[in-house]
């Protein structure tokens, strides 16, 4: 299987392309490589102080890559298009990151050269994401894994300016655009069967990655794997929905989607 790499000159071809694959591929897994976390966070952090410190991270830093597969309901992906990887505009000469991060990316096969010069226009893709008709869609099912940051780059880069102090309107953000979602990593830690990252959960579910680690496009095509391979086995007639891991409750209480909020609450937030 092919990842199919977009930069800044073919996002409009993409774009026509995935307005009719979600018609019947509505399972949409997703990954983002960004530059890492500059601001560490401690040892002991309440789900208040790990929003806090993504936030601070998100606010600073520049998404590199972001990853999009695509399934049905039962699993069955479209042969040649499953896999799409979307390749930002980002210039280390101007551009926070993390060393260590950085050289990880680098050595996984990430060219900053193209990205410098090809990239895509940050402007160029919130006008595809809001035109494919992915946002605001409750028909759709978000799968991520760890994906608090993986939704906090998404937010901010519709909101087109820094994520919201309050954890609580965080959520609330992430419900209106993203109403129904999924993060592998908090149903792997229910199940109290599977821990650690998403390469070691898919050696023990003998999930196979397709392409190179540590690149967006084949993180996400794993993670819809997992995800399906995950629903098989534990929660079929389960809810599991709505929760991000880490920004929920110290004791993997929900961090449930609100059921009553006001769009005031956002407005000043919404696109």
């Given at each position: 299987?092919?990842?199919?790499?977009?930069?800044?000159d073919n996002v409009d071809k993409a774009m026509k392309i995935?307005?009719?694959?979600?018609?019947?591929?509505?399972?949409?897994?997703?990954?983002?490589?960004?530059?890492?976390?500059?601001?560490?966070?401690?040892?002991?952090?309440?789900?208040?102080?790990?929003?806090?410190?993504?936030?601070?991270?998100?606010n600073i830093l520049q998404i590199i890559q972001l990853g999009?597969?695509?399934?049905?309901?039962?699993?069955?992906?479209?042969?040649?298009?499953?896999?799409?990887?979307?390749?930002?505009?980002?210039?280390?000469?101007?551009?926070?990151?993390?060393?260590n991060s950085l050289d990880l990316l680098i050595n996984s096969?990430?060219?900053?050269?193209?990205?410098?010069?090809?990239?895509?226009?940050?402007?160029?893709?919130?006008?595809?994401?809001?035109?494919?008709?992915?946002?605001?869609?409750?028909?759709?099912?978000?799968?991520?894994?760890?994906?608090?940051?993986?939704?906090?780059?998404?937010?901010?880069?519709?909101?087109?300016?820094?994520?919201?102090?309050?954890?609580?309107?965080?959520?609330?953000?992430?419900?209106?655009?993203?109403?129904?979602?999924?993060?592998?990593?908090?149903?792997?830690?229910?199940?109290?069967?599977?821990?650690?990252?998403?390469?070691?959960?898919?050696?023990?579910?003998?999930?196979?990655?397709?392409?190179?680690?540590?690149?967006?496009?084949?993180?996400?095509?794993?993670?819809?794997?997992?995800?399906?391979?995950?629903?098989?086995?534990?929660?079929?007639?389960?809810?599991?929905?709505?929760?991000?891991?880490?920004?929920?409750?110290?004791?993997?209480?929900?961090?449930?989607?609100?059921?009553?909020?006001?769009?005031?609450?956002?407005?000043?937030?919404?696109?």
């Amino acid at each position: 299987m092919k990842i199919i790499q977009i930069w800044n000159d073919n996002v409009d071809k993409a774009m026509k392309i995935m307005i009719k694959l979600i018609e019947e591929y509505n399972y949409i897994s997703m990954d983002t490589e960004f530059p890492g976390i500059t601001s560490i966070p401690t040892e002991y952090e309440t789900s208040e102080e790990h929003y806090q410190t993504l936030k601070h991270n998100v606010n600073i830093l520049q998404i590199i890559q972001l990853g999009f597969s695509f399934a049905n309901k039962n699993g069955d992906i479209p042969k040649s298009k499953a896999c799409w990887q979307f390749n930002f505009n980002f210039n280390f000469e101007k551009d926070m990151f993390a060393q260590n991060s950085l050289d990880l990316l680098i050595n996984s096969g990430v060219n900053f050269q193209k990205h410098k010069k090809k990239g895509i226009k940050m402007n160029k893709f919130i006008h595809f994401l809001i035109r494919c008709g992915f946002l605001f869609n409750k028909k759709i099912k978000w799968i991520s894994f760890h994906s608090g940051y993986d939704f906090g780059y998404l937010i901010r880069m519709l909101l087109q300016k820094n994520l919201p102090d309050s954890k609580p309107v965080f959520f609330k953000l992430l419900y209106y655009y993203f109403p129904c979602y999924y993060d592998i990593k908090y149903l792997s830690v229910c199940f109290k069967k599977f821990y650690g990252g998403l390469d070691k959960i898919a050696e023990k579910l003998k999930v196979f990655r397709i392409g190179q680690q540590h690149q967006a496009g084949s993180d996400s095509l794993l993670t819809l794997k997992i995800f399906f391979k995950l629903k098989k086995m534990f929660f079929e007639k389960k809810n599991f929905f709505d929760n991000v891991y880490f920004l929920c409750n110290s004791d993997l209480l929900k961090q449930k989607k609100p059921d009553i909020f006001f769009e005031s609450e956002i407005d000043d937030y919404c696109i």
